[in-house]
């Protein structure tokens, strides 16, 4: 059996009918960080579990609910995640040595509001960034990620468009 996620990033303080559409069929829902409002948080759907980190945006409430860092396992999936970490190969400092010295399967970080799935062999692990939810940025098109997690792999991944940013 699979576990479905739906990875988000950088809400900035909106989330809008069309994103919740797609956040009702799957089983967890992860959050990179710039969440903006922790009433986003509470609008996701309930009974789903929540995985988030906190943003360069996100004020002391947000630090305190949510941290900086997160490592988990999912479905035989180790992931570390956290808002700011570049993008292969040129990670934010400090992230290279964070990744390798945790050794996930997959790397999730926000920040940049572009979407990019790529398998970095220099760390041996498939990096993700959603893009962006919200309506803050320069990003033109409002993206997020759906995929399953199953037996040790990422599977049936794809990106959703959710409009352009500001329409």
């Known amino acids: 059996m699979s576990t479905k996620i739906a990875l988000i990033s950088?809400?900035?303080?909106?989330?809008?009918?069309?994103?919740?559409?797609?956040?009702?069929?799957?089983?967890?829902?992860?959050?990179?960080?710039?969440?903006?409002?922790?009433?986003?948080?509470?609008?996701?759907?309930?009974?789903?579990?929540i995985r988030a980190v906190f943003g360069n945006i996100d004020d002391l409430e947000i630090q305190q609910l949510y941290p900086e860092w997160q490592y988990w396992e999912t479905e035989?999936?180790?992931?570390?995640?956290?808002?700011i970490g570049g993008k292969p190969p040129r990670y934010a400092k400090g992230v290279k040595s964070k990744i390798r010295e945790y050794s996930p399967d997959l790397f999730i970080c926000g920040h940049s509001h572009i979407c990019k799935v790529e398998f970095d062999p220099t760390v041996n692990c498939l990096y993700m960034n959603p893009g962006a939810i919200g309506q803050q940025g320069f990003h033109h098109m409002r993206t997020l990620l759906l995929f399953e997690l199953e037996l040790g792999k990422v599977k049936n991944l794809n990106v959703v468009e959710l409009g352009k940013r500001g329409k």
Do not use: N, R
């Open 76 to 83: 035989g999936v180790t992931v570390l995640m956290t808002h």
């Open 10 to 49: 950088d809400s900035h303080s909106f989330i809008d009918h069309k994103t919740l559409t797609y956040l009702q069929d799957v089983d967890e829902i992860w959050h990179a960080g710039d969440i903006g409002d922790s009433k986003v948080m509470g609008l996701l759907p309930k009974g789903k579990q």
